[in-house]
Protein backbone atom coordinates (compact mmCIF):
# COMPACT_ATOMS: atom_id res chain seq x y z
CA UNK A 1 0.00 0.00 0.00
CA UNK A 2 1.40 3.45 -0.78
CA UNK A 3 1.28 6.27 1.29
CA UNK A 4 -1.20 7.68 -0.41
CA UNK A 5 -3.23 4.65 0.10
CA UNK A 6 -2.37 3.92 3.61
CA UNK A 7 -3.64 7.68 4.57
CA UNK A 8 -7.42 6.88 2.79
CA UNK A 9 -7.29 3.30 4.95
CA UNK A 10 -6.43 5.45 8.11
CA UNK A 11 -9.82 7.62 7.33
CA UNK A 12 -11.84 4.71 6.62
CA UNK A 13 -10.72 3.03 10.30
CA UNK A 14 -11.36 6.77 12.18
CA UNK A 15 -14.97 6.71 10.29
CA UNK A 16 -15.76 3.59 11.64
CA UNK A 17 -14.76 3.81 14.84
CA UNK A 18 -16.35 7.28 15.26
CA UNK A 19 -19.69 5.25 13.55
CA UNK A 20 -18.90 2.55 16.03
CA UNK A 21 -22.14 1.88 18.95
CA UNK A 22 -20.43 -1.19 20.28
CA UNK A 23 -22.18 -3.71 18.72
CA UNK A 24 -23.18 -2.25 16.01
CA UNK A 25 -22.83 0.92 13.58
CA UNK A 26 -24.27 3.62 12.42
CA UNK A 27 -24.65 3.94 8.81
CA UNK A 28 -23.68 7.98 9.32
CA UNK A 29 -24.21 9.26 12.93
CA UNK A 30 -26.03 12.66 11.85
CA UNK A 31 -28.93 11.23 9.25
CA UNK A 32 -28.66 7.48 10.18
CA UNK A 33 -28.02 7.43 13.93
CA UNK A 34 -29.62 3.38 14.06
CA UNK A 35 -28.56 0.04 12.35
CA UNK A 36 -29.62 -0.60 9.17
CA UNK A 37 -30.05 -3.98 7.81
CA UNK A 38 -27.29 -4.77 4.92
CA UNK A 39 -25.26 -1.14 6.41
CA UNK A 40 -24.15 -4.04 9.32
CA UNK A 41 -23.29 -6.76 6.23
CA UNK A 42 -21.10 -4.37 4.01
CA UNK A 43 -19.90 -2.53 7.67
CA UNK A 44 -18.82 -6.53 9.42
CA UNK A 45 -16.05 -6.39 6.31
CA UNK A 46 -14.67 -3.37 7.42
CA UNK A 47 -14.24 -4.26 10.79
CA UNK A 48 -12.73 -7.69 9.83
CA UNK A 49 -9.72 -5.60 8.89
CA UNK A 50 -9.54 -3.57 12.05
CA UNK A 51 -10.89 -6.48 14.64
CA UNK A 52 -12.75 -9.93 13.65
CA UNK A 53 -14.27 -10.38 17.42
CA UNK A 54 -15.79 -6.45 16.67
CA UNK A 55 -16.97 -7.78 12.98
CA UNK A 56 -18.61 -10.92 13.98
CA UNK A 57 -20.78 -8.93 16.73
CA UNK A 58 -21.70 -6.64 14.25
CA UNK A 59 -23.67 -9.58 12.22
CA UNK A 60 -24.43 -10.84 15.71
CA UNK A 61 -26.94 -8.01 16.62
CA UNK A 62 -28.26 -7.59 13.76
CA UNK A 63 -29.87 -10.99 13.30
CA UNK A 64 -31.02 -10.91 17.09
CA UNK A 65 -33.13 -8.63 16.23
CA UNK A 66 -34.87 -11.29 14.00
CA UNK A 67 -38.13 -12.04 14.45
CA UNK A 68 -40.12 -15.31 14.89
CA UNK A 69 -40.87 -15.28 11.42
CA UNK A 70 -37.59 -15.06 9.62
CA UNK A 71 -37.59 -11.40 8.82
CA UNK A 72 -34.30 -9.65 9.88
CA UNK A 73 -35.45 -5.60 10.29
CA UNK A 74 -34.44 -3.77 7.66
CA UNK A 75 -33.91 -0.94 10.99
CA UNK A 76 -33.54 -1.15 14.34
CA UNK A 77 -33.63 1.64 16.86
CA UNK A 78 -30.70 2.58 19.12
CA UNK A 79 -32.71 2.90 22.02
CA UNK A 80 -30.85 2.39 25.36
CA UNK A 81 -33.12 -0.83 27.28
CA UNK A 82 -34.51 0.81 30.12
CA UNK A 83 -35.87 3.36 27.81
CA UNK A 84 -37.34 0.69 25.35
CA UNK A 85 -39.20 -1.17 28.43
CA UNK A 86 -40.27 2.13 29.67
CA UNK A 87 -41.95 3.46 26.18
CA UNK A 88 -43.24 -0.13 25.66
CA UNK A 89 -45.18 -0.23 28.23
CA UNK A 90 -46.32 3.10 28.82
CA UNK A 91 -46.46 4.75 25.37
CA UNK A 92 -49.90 5.34 25.11
CA UNK A 93 -49.40 7.81 28.10
CA UNK A 94 -49.72 11.16 26.64
CA UNK A 95 -46.60 12.64 28.18
CA UNK A 96 -44.41 9.45 27.23
CA UNK A 97 -45.87 10.02 23.65
CA UNK A 98 -44.90 13.76 23.91
CA UNK A 99 -41.32 12.72 24.99
CA UNK A 100 -41.05 9.55 22.86
CA UNK A 101 -39.45 11.13 19.51
CA UNK A 102 -37.00 12.36 21.60
CA UNK A 103 -36.07 9.08 23.61
CA UNK A 104 -36.64 6.57 20.88
CA UNK A 105 -36.54 8.99 16.85
CA UNK A 106 -33.06 10.11 17.70
CA UNK A 107 -33.78 12.86 14.95
CA UNK A 108 -34.68 9.94 12.86
CA UNK A 109 -38.15 9.66 10.84
CA UNK A 110 -40.34 7.45 11.06
CA UNK A 111 -40.21 6.79 14.55
CA UNK A 112 -40.94 3.33 15.96
CA UNK A 113 -44.48 3.96 16.83
CA UNK A 114 -44.96 4.10 12.98
CA UNK A 115 -44.25 0.73 12.88
CA UNK A 116 -46.56 0.14 15.63
CA UNK A 117 -43.99 -0.09 18.62
CA UNK A 118 -42.71 -3.62 16.97
CA UNK A 119 -39.90 -5.53 18.84
CA UNK A 120 -37.13 -6.93 17.58
CA UNK A 121 -35.95 -10.66 18.88
CA UNK A 122 -33.42 -8.61 21.22
CA UNK A 123 -36.29 -6.52 22.35
CA UNK A 124 -35.43 -2.87 20.55
CA UNK A 125 -37.35 -1.59 18.42
CA UNK A 126 -37.27 -2.07 14.84
CA UNK A 127 -39.40 -1.90 11.40
CA UNK A 128 -41.35 -4.61 9.91
CA UNK A 129 -39.81 -4.89 6.64
CA UNK A 130 -36.39 -6.01 5.33
CA UNK A 131 -33.44 -5.34 3.27
CA UNK A 132 -31.38 -7.41 0.46
CA UNK A 133 -29.83 -9.88 2.33
CA UNK A 134 -26.00 -9.43 2.50
CA UNK A 135 -25.80 -11.15 5.77
CA UNK A 136 -24.95 -14.66 4.96
CA UNK A 137 -22.39 -13.57 2.63
CA UNK A 138 -21.22 -11.52 5.12
CA UNK A 139 -20.78 -14.77 7.20
CA UNK A 140 -19.09 -16.54 4.62
CA UNK A 141 -16.34 -13.94 4.05
CA UNK A 142 -15.93 -13.26 7.43
CA UNK A 143 -15.63 -17.60 8.68
CA UNK A 144 -13.24 -17.79 5.44
CA UNK A 145 -11.13 -15.24 7.05
CA UNK A 146 -11.12 -16.31 10.36
CA UNK A 147 -12.14 -19.99 10.71
CA UNK A 148 -13.88 -19.44 13.16
CA UNK A 149 -16.17 -22.53 13.74
CA UNK A 150 -18.19 -21.54 17.12
CA UNK A 151 -19.17 -18.35 15.83
CA UNK A 152 -20.29 -19.20 12.30
CA UNK A 153 -22.51 -22.31 13.38
CA UNK A 154 -24.16 -20.10 15.67
CA UNK A 155 -25.78 -17.88 12.57
CA UNK A 156 -26.58 -20.35 10.65
CA UNK A 157 -30.03 -21.12 11.86
CA UNK A 158 -31.03 -17.50 11.79
CA UNK A 159 -30.33 -17.16 8.41
CA UNK A 160 -31.86 -20.36 7.04
CA UNK A 161 -34.71 -18.67 8.75
CA UNK A 162 -34.41 -15.92 7.22
CA UNK A 163 -33.98 -17.21 3.57
CA UNK A 164 -36.97 -19.59 4.30
CA UNK A 165 -38.48 -16.30 5.30
CA UNK A 166 -38.29 -14.75 1.82
CA UNK A 167 -39.01 -17.49 0.17
CA UNK A 168 -41.89 -18.71 1.52
CA UNK A 169 -43.91 -15.56 3.04
CA UNK A 170 -42.44 -13.95 0.29
CA UNK A 171 -43.28 -15.68 -2.64
CA UNK A 172 -47.06 -16.47 -1.88
CA UNK A 173 -47.19 -16.99 -5.86
CA UNK A 174 -44.49 -19.32 -6.27
CA UNK A 175 -42.70 -17.03 -8.61
CA UNK A 176 -39.19 -18.01 -7.22
CA UNK A 177 -38.01 -14.65 -6.19
CA UNK A 178 -38.92 -12.71 -3.09
CA UNK A 179 -42.00 -9.88 -3.63
CA UNK A 180 -40.84 -6.48 -2.18
CA UNK A 181 -43.40 -4.87 0.07
CA UNK A 182 -41.93 -1.19 0.15
CA UNK A 183 -39.92 0.00 -1.62
CA UNK A 184 -37.21 0.61 1.08
CA UNK A 185 -36.83 -3.03 1.26
CA UNK A 186 -34.99 -3.12 -2.20
CA UNK A 187 -32.13 -0.41 -0.47
CA UNK A 188 -32.61 1.75 -3.84
CA UNK A 189 -35.94 4.23 -1.91
CA UNK A 190 -36.51 6.37 -4.91
CA UNK A 191 -35.29 4.28 -7.60
CA UNK A 192 -37.44 4.96 -10.62
CA UNK A 193 -38.69 1.47 -11.10
CA UNK A 194 -40.89 2.34 -8.15
CA UNK A 195 -42.19 5.50 -9.46
CA UNK A 196 -45.52 3.43 -11.57
CA UNK A 197 -46.42 1.06 -8.56
CA UNK A 198 -45.96 4.51 -5.70
CA UNK A 199 -48.34 6.06 -7.97
CA UNK A 200 -50.99 3.46 -7.20
CA UNK A 201 -50.32 4.08 -3.86
CA UNK A 202 -52.96 7.36 -2.83
CA UNK A 203 -50.95 9.49 -0.06
CA UNK A 204 -52.52 9.13 3.53
CA UNK A 205 -49.82 11.13 5.58
CA UNK A 206 -49.59 14.76 4.43
CA UNK A 207 -47.47 15.98 6.82
CA UNK A 208 -43.71 14.60 6.55
CA UNK A 209 -40.97 15.04 8.91
CA UNK A 210 -37.75 15.33 7.02
CA UNK A 211 -34.93 15.24 9.71
CA UNK A 212 -32.77 13.67 7.02
CA UNK A 213 -32.79 17.22 5.43
CA UNK A 214 -31.38 18.76 8.38
CA UNK A 215 -27.91 17.95 7.22
CA UNK A 216 -28.51 16.89 3.24
CA UNK A 217 -29.26 18.75 0.57
CA UNK A 218 -32.71 18.85 -0.35
CA UNK A 219 -31.95 18.17 -4.11
CA UNK A 220 -29.77 14.99 -2.83
CA UNK A 221 -32.81 13.16 -0.74
CA UNK A 222 -35.82 11.88 -2.04
CA UNK A 223 -39.22 13.97 -2.63
CA UNK A 224 -41.41 14.67 -0.08
CA UNK A 225 -43.91 13.23 -2.36
CA UNK A 226 -41.75 9.91 -2.42
CA UNK A 227 -42.04 10.19 1.75
CA UNK A 228 -45.31 10.90 1.55
CA UNK A 229 -46.09 7.71 -0.39
CA UNK A 230 -43.27 5.97 1.64
CA UNK A 231 -45.06 6.37 4.96
CA UNK A 232 -48.77 5.55 3.64
CA UNK A 233 -47.43 2.23 2.87
CA UNK A 234 -45.87 1.95 6.39
CA UNK A 235 -49.27 3.09 8.09
CA UNK A 236 -51.63 1.03 6.36
CA UNK A 237 -49.15 -1.89 6.79
CA UNK A 238 -49.10 -1.27 10.92
CA UNK A 239 -52.82 -0.82 10.44
CA UNK A 240 -53.44 -3.98 8.62
CA UNK A 241 -50.56 -5.90 11.28
CA UNK A 242 -48.13 -6.67 8.77
CA UNK A 243 -49.35 -10.13 8.09
CA UNK A 244 -46.52 -10.47 5.14
CA UNK A 245 -47.90 -13.41 3.08
CA UNK A 246 -51.20 -11.32 2.97
CA UNK A 247 -49.19 -7.98 2.08
CA UNK A 248 -47.14 -9.92 -0.59
CA UNK A 249 -50.05 -11.79 -1.68
CA UNK A 250 -52.64 -8.36 -2.22
CA UNK A 251 -50.96 -5.58 -0.57
CA UNK A 252 -50.88 -2.16 -2.50
CA UNK A 253 -47.46 -1.76 -3.28
CA UNK A 254 -45.66 -5.43 -4.87
CA UNK A 255 -42.84 -5.57 -6.70
CA UNK A 256 -39.91 -8.03 -7.92
CA UNK A 257 -36.14 -6.50 -7.90
CA UNK A 258 -33.15 -8.10 -9.75
CA UNK A 259 -31.05 -7.14 -7.42
CA UNK A 260 -32.65 -8.12 -4.43
CA UNK A 261 -33.04 -11.29 -5.99
CA UNK A 262 -29.78 -11.69 -7.19
CA UNK A 263 -28.32 -10.80 -3.97
CA UNK A 264 -30.16 -13.37 -2.29
CA UNK A 265 -29.58 -16.29 -4.85
CA UNK A 266 -26.07 -15.57 -3.53
CA UNK A 267 -26.50 -15.38 -0.33
CA UNK A 268 -28.16 -18.80 -0.49
CA UNK A 269 -25.28 -20.40 -2.38
CA UNK A 270 -22.93 -18.84 0.56
CA UNK A 271 -24.99 -20.61 3.26
CA UNK A 272 -24.68 -23.37 1.80
CA UNK A 273 -20.98 -23.24 1.33
CA UNK A 274 -20.89 -22.17 5.13
CA UNK A 275 -23.42 -24.99 6.22
CA UNK A 276 -21.26 -27.76 4.01
CA UNK A 277 -17.82 -26.61 5.54
CA UNK A 278 -19.22 -26.53 9.12
CA UNK A 279 -20.87 -30.57 8.10
CA UNK A 280 -24.25 -29.67 7.81
CA UNK A 281 -25.15 -31.63 4.54
CA UNK A 282 -28.79 -31.06 4.76
CA UNK A 283 -28.41 -27.51 5.56
CA UNK A 284 -26.00 -27.36 2.69
CA UNK A 285 -28.72 -28.96 0.40
CA UNK A 286 -31.57 -26.75 1.39
CA UNK A 287 -29.80 -23.52 0.33
CA UNK A 288 -28.23 -24.93 -2.56
CA UNK A 289 -31.47 -25.93 -4.01
CA UNK A 290 -32.71 -22.30 -2.91
CA UNK A 291 -30.09 -20.75 -4.68
CA UNK A 292 -30.62 -22.41 -7.94
CA UNK A 293 -34.21 -21.97 -7.52
CA UNK A 294 -33.63 -17.69 -7.52
CA UNK A 295 -31.02 -17.77 -9.80
CA UNK A 296 -33.61 -19.78 -12.25
CA UNK A 297 -36.46 -17.39 -11.61
CA UNK A 298 -34.15 -14.59 -12.54
CA UNK A 299 -32.83 -16.07 -15.34
CA UNK A 300 -36.23 -17.44 -17.11
CA UNK A 301 -36.85 -13.83 -17.11
CA UNK A 302 -34.05 -12.04 -18.39
CA UNK A 303 -34.64 -10.55 -21.67
CA UNK A 304 -33.22 -10.71 -25.21
CA UNK A 305 -30.67 -8.29 -24.21
CA UNK A 306 -29.09 -10.35 -21.15
CA UNK A 307 -30.78 -8.06 -18.73
CA UNK A 308 -33.55 -8.80 -16.16
CA UNK A 309 -35.83 -5.93 -15.25
CA UNK A 310 -37.87 -4.73 -11.88
CA UNK A 311 -41.39 -6.01 -12.14
CA UNK A 312 -44.55 -4.29 -10.78
CA UNK A 313 -46.79 -7.22 -10.02
CA UNK A 314 -49.70 -5.31 -9.44
CA UNK A 315 -49.95 -5.12 -13.62
CA UNK A 316 -47.26 -7.51 -14.11
CA UNK A 317 -45.72 -5.07 -16.54
CA UNK A 318 -41.94 -5.07 -16.43
CA UNK A 319 -39.83 -1.58 -15.98
CA UNK A 320 -38.29 0.18 -18.83
CA UNK A 321 -35.61 1.47 -16.75
CA UNK A 322 -32.13 0.69 -16.27
CA UNK A 323 -30.76 0.54 -13.74
CA UNK A 324 -27.86 -0.72 -10.91
CA UNK A 325 -30.81 -3.45 -9.82
CA UNK A 326 -30.56 -4.50 -13.13
CA UNK A 327 -26.60 -4.21 -12.82
CA UNK A 328 -26.55 -6.57 -9.64
CA UNK A 329 -27.96 -9.67 -10.93
CA UNK A 330 -23.53 -9.60 -11.72
CA UNK A 331 -24.01 -11.35 -7.97
CA UNK A 332 -25.98 -13.86 -8.65
CA UNK A 333 -24.05 -17.53 -8.47
CA UNK A 334 -24.79 -18.59 -11.97
CA UNK A 335 -25.40 -16.48 -14.95
CA UNK A 336 -25.92 -17.44 -18.94
CA UNK A 337 -22.86 -16.12 -20.54
CA UNK A 338 -24.25 -13.87 -22.86
CA UNK A 339 -26.14 -12.43 -19.84
CA UNK A 340 -22.84 -12.13 -18.14
CA UNK A 341 -21.35 -10.47 -21.31
CA UNK A 342 -24.29 -7.77 -21.28
CA UNK A 343 -23.98 -7.05 -17.75
CA UNK A 344 -20.05 -6.43 -17.77
CA UNK A 345 -20.33 -4.22 -20.73
CA UNK A 346 -23.27 -2.58 -19.09
CA UNK A 347 -21.55 -1.46 -15.86
CA UNK A 348 -17.84 -1.33 -17.53
CA UNK A 349 -19.05 1.24 -20.58
CA UNK A 350 -22.42 1.07 -21.15
CA UNK A 351 -24.77 3.09 -20.22
CA UNK A 352 -24.19 2.53 -16.56
CA UNK A 353 -20.43 2.98 -16.61
CA UNK A 354 -18.91 5.87 -14.51
CA UNK A 355 -15.00 6.52 -14.00
CA UNK A 356 -16.43 6.42 -10.46
CA UNK A 357 -18.03 3.01 -9.92
CA UNK A 358 -21.61 1.98 -11.32
CA UNK A 359 -24.18 4.72 -11.47
CA UNK A 360 -27.68 4.05 -10.31
CA UNK A 361 -29.39 5.26 -13.52
CA UNK A 362 -28.87 4.73 -17.00
CA UNK A 363 -26.86 7.88 -18.29
CA UNK A 364 -29.17 8.41 -20.79
CA UNK A 365 -32.65 8.33 -18.85
CA UNK A 366 -35.15 10.90 -18.71
CA UNK A 367 -35.78 10.50 -15.14
CA UNK A 368 -31.81 10.64 -14.24
CA UNK A 369 -31.15 13.23 -11.92
CA UNK A 370 -26.98 12.77 -11.28
CA UNK A 371 -27.11 14.21 -7.66
CA UNK A 372 -30.11 12.69 -6.52
CA UNK A 373 -29.85 9.70 -3.80
CA UNK A 374 -30.75 6.32 -6.02
CA UNK A 375 -32.10 8.06 -9.39
CA UNK A 376 -28.18 8.61 -10.85
CA UNK A 377 -25.11 8.84 -8.58
CA UNK A 378 -22.57 6.08 -7.81
CA UNK A 379 -22.82 4.06 -4.62
CA UNK A 380 -19.31 2.12 -3.28
CA UNK A 381 -22.16 -0.62 -1.60
CA UNK A 382 -23.48 -1.32 -5.37
CA UNK A 383 -19.65 -0.96 -7.30
CA UNK A 384 -18.09 -3.23 -4.84
CA UNK A 385 -21.49 -6.27 -5.39
CA UNK A 386 -21.09 -6.01 -9.38
CA UNK A 387 -16.91 -6.55 -9.04
CA UNK A 388 -17.47 -9.15 -6.47
CA UNK A 389 -19.83 -10.88 -8.78
CA UNK A 390 -17.24 -10.29 -11.97
CA UNK A 391 -14.53 -12.20 -10.23
CA UNK A 392 -17.13 -14.90 -9.32
CA UNK A 393 -17.73 -15.44 -12.56
CA UNK A 394 -14.12 -15.74 -13.82
CA UNK A 395 -13.54 -11.57 -15.18
CA UNK A 396 -10.90 -10.62 -12.88
CA UNK A 397 -9.78 -8.00 -14.94
CA UNK A 398 -13.08 -6.47 -15.60
CA UNK A 399 -13.70 -6.81 -11.30
CA UNK A 400 -10.20 -4.99 -10.86
CA UNK A 401 -11.11 -2.18 -13.14
CA UNK A 402 -14.10 -1.92 -11.40
CA UNK A 403 -12.63 -2.15 -7.55
CA UNK A 404 -10.14 0.93 -8.70
CA UNK A 405 -12.97 2.82 -9.88
CA UNK A 406 -14.84 2.67 -6.91
CA UNK A 407 -11.85 3.47 -4.29
CA UNK A 408 -11.05 6.06 -6.90
CA UNK A 409 -14.24 8.11 -5.96
CA UNK A 410 -14.01 7.91 -2.35
CA UNK A 411 -10.22 9.39 -2.88
CA UNK A 412 -11.85 12.03 -4.81
CA UNK A 413 -14.94 12.67 -2.80
CA UNK A 414 -14.21 11.66 0.48
CA UNK A 415 -15.83 9.19 2.72
CA UNK A 416 -19.43 9.78 1.62
CA UNK A 417 -22.67 8.03 0.76
CA UNK A 418 -22.67 8.40 -2.79
CA UNK A 419 -21.19 10.64 -5.42
CA UNK A 420 -21.98 12.29 -8.66
CA UNK A 421 -21.05 9.99 -11.50
CA UNK A 422 -19.48 12.20 -13.84
CA UNK A 423 -17.09 13.95 -11.01
CA UNK A 424 -17.22 11.91 -8.65
CA UNK A 425 -17.89 14.84 -6.12
CA UNK A 426 -19.05 13.31 -2.43
CA UNK A 427 -23.20 13.64 -1.93
CA UNK A 428 -25.31 12.89 0.82
CA UNK A 429 -24.46 12.05 4.76
CA UNK A 430 -20.67 12.17 5.67
CA UNK A 431 -18.87 9.70 7.25
CA UNK A 432 -20.64 6.90 5.86
CA UNK A 433 -20.16 3.57 7.20
CA UNK A 434 -20.07 1.37 4.43
CA UNK A 435 -18.13 3.45 1.72
CA UNK A 436 -15.35 3.58 4.69
CA UNK A 437 -15.90 -0.44 5.13
CA UNK A 438 -15.84 -1.70 1.78
CA UNK A 439 -12.84 0.90 0.58
CA UNK A 440 -10.54 -0.76 3.87
CA UNK A 441 -11.29 -3.83 2.47
CA UNK A 442 -10.27 -2.96 -0.99
CA UNK A 443 -6.94 -1.57 0.30
CA UNK A 444 -6.15 -4.41 1.78
CA UNK A 445 -4.77 -7.49 1.05
CA UNK A 446 -8.29 -8.75 0.90
CA UNK A 447 -9.23 -6.74 -1.36
CA UNK A 448 -10.47 -7.69 -4.96
CA UNK A 449 -6.94 -7.14 -6.43
CA UNK A 450 -5.43 -8.18 -3.97
CA UNK A 451 -4.95 -4.44 -2.43
CA UNK A 452 -2.76 -3.42 -5.95
CA UNK A 453 -4.77 -0.84 -6.85
CA UNK A 454 -2.71 1.11 -8.94
CA UNK A 455 -2.12 -0.26 -12.58
CA UNK A 456 1.65 -0.90 -14.07
CA UNK A 457 0.96 1.72 -16.65
CA UNK A 458 -0.72 4.01 -13.94
CA UNK A 459 2.43 3.52 -11.33
CA UNK A 460 4.55 4.67 -14.80
CA UNK A 461 2.17 7.75 -15.14
CA UNK A 462 2.57 8.79 -12.09
CA UNK A 463 6.42 8.47 -11.89
C1 LIG B 1 -31.32 4.64 2.87
O1 LIG B 1 -32.61 4.29 3.31
C2 LIG B 1 -33.21 4.80 4.50
C3 LIG B 1 -34.53 4.08 4.70
O2 LIG B 1 -34.27 2.73 4.95
C4 LIG B 1 -33.45 6.29 4.49
O3 LIG B 1 -33.28 6.96 3.44
O4 LIG B 1 -33.76 6.83 5.54
C5 LIG B 1 -30.95 3.70 1.71
O5 LIG B 1 -29.85 4.19 1.00
C6 LIG B 1 -30.65 2.30 2.25
O6 LIG B 1 -30.15 1.48 1.23
C7 LIG B 1 -29.67 2.33 3.42
O7 LIG B 1 -29.58 1.04 3.96
C8 LIG B 1 -30.10 3.32 4.50
C9 LIG B 1 -29.05 3.50 5.58
O8 LIG B 1 -27.77 3.71 4.99
O9 LIG B 1 -30.37 4.60 3.93
Redesign the pocket.
Known amino acids: MDVLDGRLAAVCRATLERDDRGSYTV ?2 PL ?2 PHQ ?4 SAFVALGWLEISPERAWRELESLLAAQQPNGLVP ?2 IYATPAPIVELVAHLHDVPVVRRLVPALVGRR ?1 SPSPAWWGWRRGGDGRFCSAIT ?1 PPVAATATWLLFEATGDEPRARALLPALARCHRFLLDERDPLGLGEPVLIHP ?1 ES ?3 NAPEWDAPLDRVRPEVTVVPRP ?1 RDHVDAAER ?1 SDDHYRRFLTLVRRGTRSGWRQRELAARGPFRVLDPGFSAILARACADLSRLADALGERRLAEVEAARAERVAAALAARTGGDGLARAIDLADDSESDALSCGSALALVAPSLSAASLDALEQVVLQGPLASPFGVRSLDRGDRRLRPRC ?2 RGPVWVNVGWLCALGLATHGRRRSSALLIRRVVECVRAGGVR ?1 YYAPGSGRGLGAHD ?1 A ?1 TAALCLRELGPRGLCGGQLTTAAEQEAAA
Open positions: PATYWNWDHLYQWGRDDPYWEFW
